[in-house]
């Protein structure tokens, strides 16, 4: 599947926009080939019906009629051998019943963010298979572990784990010679990455990523996972989703840090002890026993939507 991209312009992207401004070396480098990409309007008008507790399934339909790669791309996933039951559809409205609007919203979500990868060059085609493999690992954590810890989110943590290394992309397209030099992808992660990055680049992923999610129009709750994933403590609007990212940031690295999904250890996880300060009786605990299958069915989830 791929979109289209069209340049968001809501009043409300570009007031946020002037509170993430990169260094000027930054900003010349991003816009290089011409002005920092934006999501396709697609994208985030997909995030903003979605999230609208009156939003209607005709809304949702002709937008993805806008686009006939989306539109295709649904179809065959509503028809893939983990939804349909044996039972083929041929209509986007069926689709969208079949999968409901917040799996769409993250298809359409996952189709943006591949466009976004098309940006860097062949050489760089495992680097773009790993984000993306860890995009998907991080939201299907995200996912597991709101079930587990019974924390009430209702597919927005999906998308907060998708989204969450956004700027990681942007910076491997934009400092194609120099990404590796800043990030290895060796998923060994801590806080001093972010200050890692700003000694050799002059910004991170997550002062990027943020910044790029503004200009976009993305929500405030999802510029905020990005901006703050790796300090989960700074965060002041949504604490508990940005430190259920942060948790489920940490057990994708361990997949694909060891190639397995065993041996995890809850007990360092920064995400899981801040949803413990937060409220969350007993979250280390609880996700130590589930980790190793939280992680085979996360792989077999980043699996499929690979294949997209
Ligand atoms: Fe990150
Ligand atoms: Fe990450």
């Not at 926009?17 to 920092?36: I, K, S």
């Not at 065959?76 to 039972?87: I, L």
């Not at 510029?223 to 989960?232: F, K, Q």
């Not at 299958?293 to 980043?302: F, G, R, S």
Request: net charge negative.
């Amino acid at each position: 599947m791929s979109l289209q991209t069209a340049a968001a312009s809501t009043s409300s992207a570009a007031d946020t926009t002037n509170l993430f401004l990169l260094p000027p070396h930054v900003q010349q480098r991003l816009e290089a080939d011409g002005p920092l990409p934006v999501l396709p309007w697609l994208a985030v008008r997909a995030v903003k019906i979605s999230e609208d507790p009156d939003c209607s399934i005709n809304e949702f339909v002709a937008l993805i009629g806008r686009d006939v790669s989306l539109l295709s791309g649904i179809l065959s996933f509503a028809n893939s051998v983990f939804y349909s039951g044996g039972k083929p559809i041929s209509n986007v409205r069926q689709a969208v019943i079949r999968l409901g609007m917040r799996t769409c919203r993250n298809l359409i979500l996952t189709s943006c963010i591949s466009s976004l990868m098309g940006r860097m060059s062949m050489k760089q085609e495992w680097i773009r298979e790993s984000l993306a493999r860890h995009g998907y690992v991080t939201a299907a954590v995200c996912h597991a572990l709101n079930q587990r810890l019974l924390l009430g989110y209702d597919g927005e943590e999906f998308t907060a784990g998708l989204v969450h290394d956004i700027g990681r992309t942007l910076l491997a397209s934009c400092f194609s010679d120099e990404f590796q030099e800043f990030d290895g992808l060796t998923f060994e992660e801590s806080s001093a990455i972010v200050d890692h990055e700003f000694s050799i680049i002059g910004t991170s992923h997550t002062e990027a990523g943020a910044c790029f999610a503004a200009k976009s129009g993305l929500p405030p709750v999802l510029i905020e996972v990005i901006r703050h994933h790796h300090n989960p403590d700074h965060a002041t609007g949504d604490r508990r989703l940005v430190a259920l990212v942060a948790a489920a940031d940490d057990i994708a690295n361990h997949l694909q840090r060891f190639d397995t999904p065993e041996n995890y250890d809850t007990s360092t996880n920064k995400g899981l002890i801040l949803l413990e300060r937060l409220g969350v009786t007993n979250a280390v605990t609880l996700i130590s026993a589930d980790a190793t299958e939280i992680l085979k069915d996360a792989d077999a989830v980043a699996g499929n939507m690979a294949k997209l």
